[in-house]
């Protein structure tokens, strides 16, 4: 079954540093996408990068970077240069291919980021 | 364009009662999605469309729970006879797909909360 695993409930960066979140997943699909999203506390979810999983760079996106490890089923975000409006819950989501049928996009369990001045 | 309209943002009722949450998506997105969210977790999904069909309903979904989106546009969310389990935030997303392919980023509203007393 499609599942996004997110280990880590809550972490600290300090201000101006980078910050890894990690994601790993599972499916039986050869095409599939691969997100992260930002929930800051007003509530609304916001794209922040995307990588497909025939990409065979490492998408990016100004500060956001996604490491991508397919053979480890893995896709950590990171962020550069942490700043304070950076504090928000993180969510990895998968969008799944047309192998299991559907195109729903199914998501992570979150991890809450907090950034220290 | 506006974005993702949610109507109401805010809903409490009695347990037992009918409750129904519009969304009206990004005027030229053919997918709309449902999920549903509570405190201090991702986003579950519900259901989704492809302009007027739904084409996935989660089988973890109650029968109390239906969706709508006549003529492809504007969707509605009904959930009957609600318990006190339903209380959460309901957020329904869009996005433009026209294949198999394709990043089929998800543009979300600002949800509807619901509480169940």
């Known amino acids: 079954a499609q599942k996004i695993t997110q280990t880590q409930p809550g972490m600290f960066v300090q201000e101006k540093e980078a910050v890894t979140l990690d994601c790993t997943y599972d499916t039986s699909d050869q095409s599939y996408g691969l997100f992260w999203y930002k929930q800051p506390s007003s509530g609304e979810m916001i794209f922040l990068i995307y990588q497909g999983s025939y990409d065979e760079q490492n998408a990016t996106e100004g500060r956001y970077s996604l490491n991508f490890q397919k053979a480890r089923k893995s896709a950590n975000l990171v962020i550069s240069a942490s700043q304070l409006g950076d504090s928000a819950m993180y969510f990895c989501a998968m969008r799944e291919g047309p192998g299991t049928g559907g195109f729903k996009t199914i998501f992570g369990a979150g991890t809450r980021l907090f950034v220290k001045a | 364009d506006t974005g993702v309209s949610q109507d109401p943002r805010h809903k409490i009722t009695k347990r037992g009662q009918n409750v129904t949450f519009r969304c009206d998506p990004i005027?030229?997105?053919?997918?709309l999605y449902w999920y549903r969210q509570t405190l201090g977790q991702g986003p579950e999904f519900l259901t989704y469309f492809q302009n007027e069909a739904q084409l996935e309903k989660s089988r973890l979904l109650s029968d109390r729970f239906s969706a709508e989106r006549p003529k492809g546009s504007f969707s509605t969310l009904e959930i009957q006879r609600t318990e006190q389990g339903d209380s959460a935030m309901y957020l329904c997303?869009?996005?433009?797909?026209?294949?198999?392919?394709?990043?089929?980023?998800?543009?979300f509203g600002a949800g509807s909360r619901l509480t169940v007393l």
């Open positions: 997303a869009s996005s433009l797909s026209t294949g198999f392919s394709g990043a089929n980023v998800l543009t």
């Open positions: 005027s030229e997105h053919n997918r």
